[in-house]
């Protein structure tokens, strides 16, 4: 797979994201040095689009290895691969998100993430850490979405952020979202598959200029 064959839609931020990407989260995780094998390895046949998140696990390996891919000549610079993450639910707060994102530069060991979602609408405590094994007594009553994305459009003007978005959003939260975001999202990446194809969803995204994005593509280990 040559970087030439993998076709990029521009964003609503006038970024351009490559419309193949790897994503990498896995259940057991593999050890990080293995990770880091297996993200280089797919940068020298052709990946530049990657998907992590601050709960997976993988940011660390992830930015080693595209600097591991630098050294080696295999891309030129960072500029090359388009990085996605997530802020994680137990910091779905105003005063936590920019420390979040910092946090996950710090891993990655960059100064900026291509692009950054609210992994899902709703707040955890603090303890839910994992976006393996939270349960409903996890969830607080109220979330602020309003102040949660002023934040994250604060994270896209100072420039560590190109583009943010959401992640398992529905047509409902995304209609209480367009009502006070003066960034608009530019992606909404929710489970998407030949067999639910999130047809109403979709398109109430094409109407108001948010990409969708699919996780789980070829559907999930064991589903039927």
Same mark, same amino acid.
């Given at each position: 797979?040559?970087?030439?064959?993998?076709?990029?839609?521009?964003?609503?931020?006038?970024?351009?994201?490559?419309?193949?990407?790897?994503?990498?989260?896995?259940?057991?995780?593999?050890?990080?040095?293995?990770?880091?094998?297996?993200? &280089?390895?797919?940068?020298? &046949?052709?990946?530049?689009?990657?998907?992590?998140?601050?709960?997976?696990?993988?940011?660390?390996?992830?930015?080693?290895? &595209?600097?591991?891919?630098?050294?080696?000549?295999?891309?030129?610079?960072?500029?090359?691969?388009?990085?996605?993450?997530?802020?994680?639910?137990?910091?779905?707060?105003?005063?936590?998100?920019?420390?979040?994102?910092?946090?996950?530069?710090?891993?990655?060991?960059?100064?900026?993430?291509?692009?950054?979602?609210?992994?899902?609408?709703?707040?955890?405590?603090?303890?839910?850490?994992?976006? &393996?094994?939270?349960?409903?007594?996890?969830?607080?009553?109220?979330?602020?979405?309003?102040?949660?994305?002023?934040?994250?459009?604060?994270?896209?003007?100072?420039?560590?952020?190109?583009?943010?978005?959401?992640?398992?959003?529905?047509?409902?939260?995304?209609?209480?979202?367009?009502?006070?975001?003066?960034?608009?999202?530019?992606?909404?990446?929710?489970?998407?598959?030949?067999?639910?194809?999130?047809?109403?969803?979709?398109?109430?995204?094409?109407?108001?200029?948010?990409?969708?994005?699919?996780?789980?593509?070829?559907?999930?280990?064991?589903?039927?």
């Amino acid at each position: 797979m040559g970087t030439e064959q993998i076709p990029e839609v521009v964003l609503n931020s006038g970024r351009k994201m490559p419309l193949i990407g790897m994503g990498t989260f896995a259940i057991p995780l593999p050890p990080p040095h293995h990770l880091t094998s297996i993200f &280089v390895d797919a940068i020298n &046949v052709g990946y530049r689009h990657f998907d992590t998140a601050a709960s997976y696990g993988s940011e660390e390996p992830l930015g080693q290895a &595209v600097a591991e891919a630098i050294e080696r000549g295999l891309i030129k610079s960072r500029d090359e691969v388009f990085i996605t993450s997530k802020l994680w639910c137990n910091c779905n707060h105003p005063d936590l998100v920019l420390p979040a994102l910092k946090n996950t530069l710090g891993k990655l060991g960059m100064e900026y993430v291509d692009l950054y979602l609210v992994h899902f609408p709703v707040r955890l405590k603090k303890e839910a850490v994992s976006c &393996v094994g939270f349960g409903e007594e996890d969830i607080l009553p109220s979330w602020d979405m309003k102040g949660t994305w002023e934040a994250m459009e604060e994270c896209c003007r100072l420039g560590l952020a190109k583009s943010i978005g959401v992640s398992n959003f529905s047509c409902k939260k995304l209609s209480q979202l367009l009502q006070y975001a003066t960034i608009p999202p530019a992606v909404n990446q929710v489970e998407m598959n030949a067999a639910w194809q999130q047809e109403k969803l979709r398109e109430y995204c094409r109407e108001k200029g948010i990409h969708v994005s699919a996780w789980s593509p070829l559907a999930a280990n064991g589903a039927s």
